[in-house]
């Protein structure tokens, strides 16, 4: 793993850092290249335009680790609202949550029942949740609260990072619940004791991954998404049989346009995850380690002032 992206992953949990790098305007202007804004109209807008161009969304509000279950209570009754825009404007967009954000540092009983809550209404209007992958220390409680929601909810899907060395196994638990699963190469710090730490291996693992899902997939016909810009990996998956029927891909909003848009066009199924919200800083300083050259573009911003 670079320096730099130890660094800005570091970072991304520095309280300090964030008090400071918030308040410059050149580091919020910096932000809006991956959210079209901090509320949930410039969510829906984005969408919107979205569709027109065949492209479905996905709609998270930012946010994790809240510490008290009234903030859970809020988070959630946000979602429920942002479900029932979604069906008033007739978008074909999911949402996705985080746990962290439904109250599971408080307990996997608080964070099932405010996620119950949001499946039962995503069902009611035909749509589904997605629950986001944290980092390591809550993988073990993600998937326990997934197999649950998932004996008594078919709208439920869960992300899977194929930098862990133990998703292989995660996968194998998961098949018997016909699981709906987004497969990422993992956004935060892990140690090599657990997590690949170079590209060459994690993206080996992620197309391993996907060939166990294609082949289990057969009769099952939920959803495989493949949430990845990697362009090698993009084209390795639509070579595969039954990626057409079995696929969604998923991007991130600013994030390869071009080649979202050249997706859904080749009659692909193709999703962006749209953000928004107050709470972009950890969020926003994964994205910068991602790709380390996008602190360029922070700095150029600071430039052209
Ligand atoms: P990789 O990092 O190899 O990048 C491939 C290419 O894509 C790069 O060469 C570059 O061109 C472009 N690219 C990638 N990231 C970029 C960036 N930030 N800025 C500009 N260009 C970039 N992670 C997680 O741990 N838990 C989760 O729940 C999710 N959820 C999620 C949903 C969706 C829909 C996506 C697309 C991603 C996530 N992630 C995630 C993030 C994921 O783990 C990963 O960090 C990023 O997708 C970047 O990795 P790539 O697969 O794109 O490959």
Redesign the pocket.
């Known amino acids: 793993m670079s320096l730099m992206r130890n660094a800005l992953l570091w970072g991304s949990q520095s309280k300090r850092l964030q008090d400071t790098l918030t308040h410059y305007s050149f580091f919020q202007s910096a932000v809006k290249r991956?959210m079209p804004g901090e509320d949930l109209g410039s969510a829906l807008a984005a969408a919107e335009a979205s569709q027109v161009e065949g492209i479905s969304a996905?709609i998270t509000h930012l946010g994790e680790n809240i510490s008290s279950e009234a903030e859970a209570d809020l988070v959630t009754r946000h979602y429920v609202e942002v479900l029932d825009h979604i069906k008033k404007r007739k978008l074909d967009a999911n949402v996705?949550i985080?746990l962290t954000q439904l109250g599971l540092d408080i307990s996997t009983d608080v964070a099932y029942k405010k996620l119950e809550v949001l499946m039962k209404r995503a069902a009611k209007q035909n749509n589904f949740v997605w629950i986001?992958?944290?980092g390591s220390p809550y993988v073990e409680k993600t998937l326990q609260i997934y197999k649950k929601a998932k004996k008594s909810h078919k709208n439920v899907g869960v992300?899977l990072?194929a930098y862990l060395h133990r998703t292989a196994k995660d996968l194998e638990s998961l098949l018997p619940l016909s699981p709906a699963i987004?497969l990422?190469?993992?956004?935060?710090k892990e140690d090599p004791s657990i997590a690949y730490q170079s590209?060459a291996d994690?993206?080996r693992n992620?197309m391993a991954l996907v060939q166990q899902m294609l082949q289990h997939w057969g009769k099952n016909k939920n959803i495989i998404?493949i949430?990845?810009?990697?362009?090698n990996?993009v084209r390795t998956v639509q070579a595969a049989n039954g990626a057409k029927e079995q696929c969604e891909f998923?991007?991130?909003y600013?994030?390869?346009s071009g080649l979202q848009r050249q997706i859904a066009q080749r009659g692909y199924k193709m999703?962006v995850?749209i953000s928004y919200g107050t709470h972009w800083f950890p969020w926003y300083m994964?994205?910068?380690a991602?790709?380390p050259?996008?602190v360029w573009f922070v700095m150029k911003n600071l430039v052209n002032r």
């Open positions: 991956f996905i996705s985080k986001d992958m944290e992300c990072q987004r990422v190469k993992g956004a935060y590209k994690v993206d992620y998404g949430g990845t810009h990697d362009e990996i998923e991007m991130l600013g994030i390869k999703r995850l994964r994205r910068l991602e790709r050259a996008n």
